[in-house]
């Protein structure tokens, strides 16, 4: 079913634009923080807390159905955890993990939406890798993106990082559009063929994530409802940006710098 893609407007692309930057900011301070025998709810309270006082609210808390609501601001998704990792006092970073950090924000009735990859202390070279290479696949995919373009050119771009360095690429997770919804129209692959589906037109908004585990592809969802864990338990990095498409190119609306590896 063909779903329709919102065309911002310049009002709406400036406030998206202020949405991107406070999370961008709020997202660095947070990975700034991360350090062996940190817990991981001190991150999602200085999250929080930090929005709040950007005049934000988080978009985070809250979201999915009223029997399960997701309970935190910030994912911590740590090793083998893809994505939705729930932080807790439980939760303890150790010296060589790797840990996602994912967040969105509401912020005068629009959202902004980011992620990262980021090692706790030393990490073996092996992990260094795989958040590099995951970074590396959403720049590069960035990097096509323009007025005129398929949405298919993106999501290859995506796939060729992870086909180039033997990495798998999380299939039932996806990239999305966004804007006065968390997650609107269109839904993104990280696969997929060049010249083929939706064209980009410029003045759309939507946020590229590419997710590589290590080893296989195949995820599944823990008994909490949230976390998303790679099935054979090997290491999985993720990163997102926020992007704007134009008639040369792309502006990255959580504009900032993701800190590479």
């Known amino acids: 079913m063909n779903q329709k893609v919102s065309i911002k407007s310049e009002k709406e692309i400036k406030i998206m ?11 660095n301070r947070v990975a700034q923080e991360v350090r062996p025998g940190l817990v991981s709810s001190y991150l999602d309270e200085l999250a929080e807390k930090l929005i709040k006082d950007q005049g934000a609210q988080p978009a985070f808390k809250g979201y999915g159905s009223k029997k399960n609501p997701f309970p935190a601001t910030l994912c911590v998704s740590v090793n083998e955890e893809v994505v939705h990792g729930i932080p ?12 996602g950090l994912d967040c969105g924000l509401k912020y005068q009735g629009y959202f902004s939406d980011m992620a990262m990859t980021v090692p706790v202390g030393k ?44 990495l798998g690429v999380v299939r039932n997770l996806t990239g999305h559009g966004i804007g006065k919804e968390l997650h609107e129209p269109p839904v993104i692959l990280n696969y997929g063929r060049p010249r083929t589906g939706l064209i980009l037109k410029e003045g759309m908004t939507f946020c590229l994530e590419p997710m590589f585990n ?35 190119g792309s502006r990255i609306l959580t504009k900032g710098t993701v800190p590479s590896s």
């Open 123 to 166: 990490v073996s070279k092996r992990k260094l890798k795989l958040m590099r290479v995951t970074r590396d696949a959403l720049y590069q995919a960035i990097s096509v993106v323009k007025a005129g373009v398929s949405l298919g050119t993106v999501s290859a771009a995506i796939q060729e990082k992870a086909v180039e360095n033997n």
């Open 214 to 248: 290590q080893g296989d592809w195949a995820v599944k969802t823990k008994e909490d409802g949230w976390t998303v864990v790679t099935r054979d338990n090997s290491c999985s990095a993720h990163f997102e940006h926020m992007i704007l498409v134009t008639k040369k």
């Open 88 to 99: 807790s006092s439980e939760k303890i970073l150790q010296e060589g993990d790797i840990v």
């Open 17 to 27: 634009r202020q949405a991107g930057q406070i999370l961008s900011e709020i997202m």
